[in-house]
């Protein structure tokens, strides 16, 4: 009828969890990098300035990440914004392709955004694609994820 003039809406219901032993193995991989790898050396930015350095492999100074991270609740892995007194899933995180379709979700089980999350995610992908692959990721912390992929090694055989 000309008064119906709703579209018609396709979703996709398929999701594919990971399950959660890979996240666990993901933290402590981790946790094990960040107790027994150094930092990388730190390059500076300019001859006067001794704080604020540009790490190894990045684009811009600590000043600028450290503003990032004080600005985002998301990158306080302490702070918890999901209770899990009383829930055992406080989030979900989805790794999207460029067509907004999920190709892999992680049930978030701790309180606070965890690294791990996001790169158990990543190397599941990268596990489904080529080597030679190139993949640009967006995500609202990208810079503090790409931070500590540089300073502590985390999905190293992807970086170039």
């Given at each position: 009828?000309?008064?119906?003039r709703?579209?018609?809406?396709?979703?996709?219901?398929?999701?594919?969890?990971?399950p959660?032993?890979?996240?666990?193995?993901?933290e402590?991989?981790?946790?094990?990098?960040?107790?027994?790898?150094?930092?990388?050396?730190?390059?500076?930015?300019?001859?006067?300035?001794?704080?604020?350095?540009?790490?190894?492999?990045?684009?811009?100074?600590n000043?600028?990440?450290?503003?990032?991270?004080?600005?985002f609740?998301?990158?306080?892995e302490?702070?918890?914004?999901?209770?899990?007194?009383?829930f055992?899933?406080?989030?979900?995180?989805?790794?999207?392709?460029h067509?907004?379709?999920?190709?892999?979700?992680?049930?978030?089980?701790?309180?606070g955004?965890?690294?791990?999350?996001?790169?158990?995610?990543?190397e599941t992908?990268?596990?489904?694609?080529?080597?030679?692959?190139?993949?640009?990721?967006l995500?609202?912390?990208?810079?503090?994820?790409?931070?500590?992929?540089?300073?502590?090694?985390?999905?190293?055989?992807?970086?170039?």
């Amino acid at each position: 009828s000309t008064t119906d003039r709703r579209g018609t809406l396709l979703v996709c219901i398929h999701a594919v969890f990971l399950p959660e032993q890979g996240f666990n193995a993901m933290e402590k991989y981790m946790d094990v990098l960040r107790a027994h790898k150094p930092p990388l050396k730190k390059t500076k930015t300019t001859q006067d300035d001794e704080e604020d350095r540009i790490e190894g492999g990045l684009c811009v100074p600590n000043s600028v990440l450290d503003g990032c991270e004080s600005g985002f609740t998301a990158t306080d892995e302490r702070r918890a914004k999901a209770s899990t007194q009383f829930f055992d899933n406080t989030a979900l995180m989805a790794l999207l392709c460029h067509h907004d379709i999920v190709l892999f979700l992680a049930n978030m089980r701790s309180a606070g955004e965890k690294q791990h999350y996001v790169i158990s995610l990543i190397e599941t992908l990268f596990q489904h694609l080529l080597l030679k692959c190139r993949l640009g990721i967006l995500y609202d912390i990208g810079c503090q994820v790409k931070r500590s992929c540089v300073k502590w090694g985390f999905l190293n055989r992807y970086m170039d």
